[in-house]
């Protein structure tokens, strides 16, 4: 591993401090190296404040910012060149005259999406860019998602038995939810949800289950509670209450995501029932996908979304994060 490599990676370290709390900007982070030495780090801790760039020029202690001229500094993605909630990072690299700059990879951000790297390299500070790209790129995954392929970025998640089953059959031939997750996976269900702007449902989840679609086992916001119906949906089921936003949508799965994605919405946690999911799977319109398997048979009942083989899932070049790949995690029960 040479240096660049060293110090971007360590960028990526300090950027992942700011999960769950950046959105819907990405998370960051920046390392200024002079002399082989750290002096000075920082990384974008929540949306509306500082970005990664300003916090690591803060951090520089007096007696060394003479050490600036000769300084590179590391970012994991290009920084910033328009004005938002904070000014341009790509100004204030400039002002305080590095050496050199070395970026994880481009902002797909309409505002940014290379004039960072171009106004730094106007300025005469020499540019290296793509160090740890791919890293760099899986790290804000989701906002990549959001600007490139104008949707969300989808996780579908289902509790299934040993026998491939997600609901029972009562003996009056009427669907029932079955008690698959253990108070673990519920917490780590819940991790989930608190991850995701958004979470969906359809109608029969909705009558089934009567979710309320909260964080209640986890640390971190409610996501928004989405319901895919075409029917008017009676306001007295969960998640109707006050606890957290919810939506009402119609329409095929594509025209959900180009309506998220006017709302701004970047992840969806789609917790549905096998129909609502298996239109997410056929369509390929998912991203990672999350399976509880556990010890529980039930015997008769609904069967489970049926996963595509992975040999012939629809490969993209354009962009690795397009690819798609299952995530299948088999939680211990």
């Known amino acids: 591993m040479n240096h660049d490599e060293f110090y971007m990676r360590r960028c990526i370290q300090l950027a992942r401090n700011g999960k769950m709390n950046t959105s819907p900007n990405p998370m960051v982070g920046a390392v200024i190296v002079a002399n082989n030495r750290i002096i000075g780090e920082g990384y974008h801790v929540k949306y509306g404040e500082g970005h990664a760039e300003v916090n690591a020029f803060a951090s520089v202690k007096k007696e060394d910012e003479p050490l600036l001229s000769q300084a590179t500094i590391y970012v994991s993605l290009e920084p910033c060149s328009h004005y938002g909630k904070t000014p341009p990072c790509a100004d204030l690299i400039i002002r305080k005259g590095v050496k050199r700059v070395v970026v994880g990879c481009e902002d797909p951000f309409a505002e940014v999406r290379g004039r960072g790297i171009q106004k730094i390299q106007a300025a005469g500070i020499e540019v290296t860019k793509g160090i740890c ?105 969960n998640i109707f209450d006050n606890t957290a936003p919810y939506l009402v949508m119609s329409g095929t799965i594509s025209e959900l995501m180009q309506e998220l994605h006017s709302r701004g919405i970047q992840s969806l946690l789609v917790e549905g029932g096998r129909n609502v999911l298996q239109q997410f799977i056929d369509q390929q319109i998912w991203d990672e996908m999350y399976i509880e398997k556990g010890d529980l048979i039930i015997g008769k009942g609904t069967k489970a979304p049926q996963i595509p083989n992975l040999p012939n899932l629809h490969q993209s070049t354009d962009f690795f994060f397009n690819r798609r790949i299952v995530k299948i995690r088999h939680f211990m029960l």
């Open 133 to 237: 790209q791919r890293e760099c790129q899986e790290l804000n995954k989701v906002f990549f998602t959001f600007h490139q392929l104008k949707r969300p970025f989808v996780t579908l998640k289902w509790a299934e038995s040993q026998d491939g089953l997600i609901g029972s059959i009562n003996s009056e031939g009427k669907l029932q939810s079955s008690q698959i997750s253990t108070p673990l996976t519920r917490m780590l269900c819940h991790k989930l949800r608190a991850e995701h702007q958004a979470i969906l449902i359809g109608r029969n989840t909705l009558e089934t289950d009567n979710p309320s679609l909260t964080t209640r086992y986890w640390i971190g916001k409610n996501p928004i509670r989405i319901l895919l119906t075409n029917y008017n949906p009676d306001k007295s089921f």
